[in-house]
């Protein structure tokens, strides 16, 4: 199966929590019928890969938001 890059490599400083900030860098792309948002720390090391619910296709604002809170989410695992 072929990926299509929706949103290519963006570089990101995640506000978290009490004046913290993370930089990452994260894309979105389709695998099949899957859409999913891959998250990298700044030294390009994997993350975290979100697979997006169905007919999710959303603006770079919105996929920032999901950012933050699988970041929060990660964090206070």
Same mark, same amino acid.
């Given at each position: 199966?072929?990926?299509?890059?929706?949103? %290519?490599? #963006?570089?990101?400083?995640? /506000?978290?929590?009490? +004046?913290?900030?993370?930089?990452?860098?994260?894309?979105?792309?389709? *695998?099949?019928?899957?859409?999913?948002?891959?998250?990298?720390?700044? %030294?390009? #090391?994997?993350?975290?890969? /979100?697979?997006?619910? +169905?007919?999710?296709?959303?603006?770079?604002?919105?996929?920032?938001? *999901?950012?933050?809170?699988?970041?929060?989410?990660?964090?206070?695992?």
């Amino acid at each position: 199966m072929a990926q299509a890059t929706i949103q %290519d490599w #963006t570089d990101s400083q995640v /506000l978290l929590k009490f +004046d913290e900030h993370r930089d990452v860098r994260y894309r979105v792309y389709r *695998l099949g019928e899957s859409l999913f948002q891959e998250i990298r720390n700044a %030294d390009d #090391t994997p993350l975290h890969t /979100l697979e997006l619910p +169905d007919g999710v296709k959303l603006e770079k604002s919105s996929y920032e938001v *999901l950012l933050r809170y699988v970041l929060l989410s990660i964090i206070a695992d």
